[in-house]
């Protein structure tokens, strides 16, 4: 019977009742176990039965969690702790302003609105449509227009049309006002704390190039070049543009004060910490030594050598207490290496042996294949053939 089944506008439907299903499988179930057949599965503490194994231990043991104030039942710890603080005995936080519905959660705020009041919803959140000439307008024509949709945004969300939520305790304004006194107020307290930061009572620090004209603030001065001088690449000088000079007088100028503080921690009036293994040079800065040893000695080691010892086969001297470098057994040779695979593989094809592998375009000749196939890559632009 069940092989004679065909589809009826895309669904399977059942012979014995109305019910039809998009896939067979789900046909072939309905006829085992639910179509004209009693549930099997009774709940040995209520009258309750199930068709499905599963659907029993879902209610045995589904909804452990239960709420002390109110009789809801929860499968998880989680949604519990939700309804505990966002819905049991908690008053409503969100109210549609066109039918006076209240809501305790977001999400059911915007489900409502998108399915009850579709138009003034989609009317607020499409805000692509106020684009002009760059900025989004105010779709209630109240003049005000931001550079982002997200300005747009909390503009509509809680300024236009809407009554100030704070108001001073003082002056019984919905401003912040300035605690300098200075007159200023601002509609939010960050900028508050960017005007005392950067304006209020503070030299402007930021001079333009081309005129006498001072900004507090970088982007002022950027906006001021592109729109008044009409500059593109944009260079901002510094009220202190002037190098910084040493206070002890050893005659040092540093361009910013972190450098000036690293040179009167670590250099000004104090002897080089680090000595090159290799030659008298001396270093205050660790980093300055590691340079010295890769451009001038064409090798790596660490800094401090403890005591140079002789040169025996892979004998292990230490240029610090944390690390250890491998030496040539070859008096003569004196290359040190950071690991052991490197020293063995100097030791079977480099030292005292003459380069097996030579160049087909030029007299270059290669200790390694894959020095070679660098250099036919880096110099001739080419791959070498197998």
Known sequence: ???????????????????????????????????????????????????????????????????????????????????????????????????????????????????????????????????????????????????????????????????????????????????????????????VYTHVKFECGVEPSFLCSLCPKKFARKFQLESHLVLKHKVVKIRCIFKNSERISCPNGCGRTYKNKISLQCHLRNECGTQPKFFCPFCDKKCYQKSNMKSHIVQVHKTFCNIEPIVPLPSLRQQKYSFSPYKTVYSCQNISCGRIYQNRGSLTRHLKFECGKQPKYSCTICEKRCALKSNLKQHMIAVHKTMPSS
């Open 1 to 191: 019977m069940i092989d004679s089944l065909f589809k009826v506008d895309g669904q399977f439907p059942c012979p014995k009742c109305e019910k039809s299903y998009v896939h067979l499988r789900n046909l072939h179930r309905h006829l085992k176990n639910e179509c004209g057949i009693e549930p099997s599965y009774q709940c040995p503490w209520c009258p309750k039965k199930c068709r499905y194994n599963f659907t029993l231990k879902s209610h045995i043991f589904g909804k452990k969690y239960s709420c002390l104030r109110c009789e809801n039942k929860y499968k998880y710890k989680r949604e519990l702790i939700q309804h505990q603080s966002n819905k049991c005995g908690v008053p409503p936080k969100f109210y549609c302003s066109e039918c006076q519905k209240s809501f305790k959660q977001s999400t059911n705020y915007k489900l409502h609105m998108m399915k009850i009041h579709w138009e003034q919803f989609i009317h607020k959140i499409s805000l692509k449509s106020h684009l002009k000439n760059g900025r989004y307008h105010c779709p209630n024509q109240c003049g005000k227009h931001y550079k982002g949709r997200n300005g747009l945004s909390q503009h509509l969300n809680n300024e236009c049309g809407v009554m100030p939520k704070f108001v001073c305790s003082i002056c019984n304004s919905s401003r912040f006002l300035c605690p300098n006194l200075c007159g200023r107020s601002y509609k939010y307290k960050r900028g």
